[in-house]
């Protein structure tokens, strides 16, 4: 079971960007912009 509290983002959010890192060579200025049309606010150089 993961420990989600205190975590910035919801633990469905993180799951798809972890899957999108292990899976495709997309730099993270790419997750930005995808998180971006799915409507959440992320920032690659956080």
């Known amino acids: 079971m993961l420990n989600v ?6 633990i ?3 799951l798809v ?3 999108w890192y292990a899976g ?3 730099s993270y200025r790419h997750f ?6 799915r ?6 150089l956080a």
């Open 5 to 10: 509290k205190g975590m910035r983002f919801p």
């Open 12 to 14: 469905d959010v993180i």
């Open 17 to 19: 960007c972890i899957r």
């Open 24 to 26: 495709y060579p997309m």
């Open 32 to 37: 930005e912009e995808m998180m971006e049309e």
């Open 39 to 44: 409507g959440v606010s992320v920032d690659h």
